[in-house]
């Protein structure tokens, strides 16, 4: 079964779940939107890989009402429960369904500010994720910013384990039922987490600045970097 047919599935009951399947959701979710540094009013374009039925798209057009946003998914019912979220705002929001790693990233003249992702880069192989981000600095604008939220693996295999007991714990405590527990269950053996460390790596290959972790909570992290303007003045000084 692929990714897309295990989204597909569970599309139409995703977000109810949700909260009790991320632990710390609203602290994870936030820390995108609390550290993006533009301006609310100000008119930036978006991109969503992953987008899902939408949460992370609708908690940046939250923020940034005069936002642009593009959504990709590989999935056709993820994108349709999307479409239905944001069915009141037509024109706002541009949805392409896709496989962001094998096909070219969505264009916008002159670049998008942002690129944003939630809990999607990890079902991708390591070596896909590092072409990813090269292909999301590549479709930024100077000065934009890529921010993903989403899953790591641990450093040892005993803060592997560690992040799994946690994760057991916290989504029981949350009331998770046993069906659903068990699904999550199935859709996480196609996860191919990588270590925060080796991803903060990776975006400084792929030509990111500024790269830092906004978030870390055992198994959920937030991570990010920026593109530089480039060196338009060749390094030389104004009065040469
Ligand atoms: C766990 S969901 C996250 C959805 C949303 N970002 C959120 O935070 O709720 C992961 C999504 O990534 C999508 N996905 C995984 N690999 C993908 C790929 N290579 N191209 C496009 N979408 C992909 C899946 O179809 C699924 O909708």
Redesign the pocket.
Known sequence: MT??D???Q??WD??RI?RQL?PGFDRF?GAVVENIPFGEEQEIRVL??????????AIVAEKFPRSRVTL????VE??RMARRRFAGEQGRFEFR???????ALPRTEGGYDLV??????H??THG?KRE?FEKVHDSLAGGGYFFN?DQISGETPEEEALYREWWLRRVREAGVSGEDLAAALS?MRADRNATLGAQLVWLGEAGFEGIGCRYKDHRFAVYNGRKGHGNLDNGKDDDG
Not at 48 to 57: K, Q, V
Not at 72 to 75: A, F, G, I, N, T
Not at 97 to 103: E, L, S, V
Not at 116 to 121: G, I, N
């Open positions: 990714v897309g295990v989204f597909g569970a599309a995703y977000d949700r991320v979710y969503d890989l992953g987008a899902g039925t939408g949460l992370l798209s990709v998914d590989l999935s993820m994108l369904t896709m496989d962001y790693a094998r096909k944003v992702s939630a809990l999607s880069v079902h991708l896909d990813l939220a859709r």
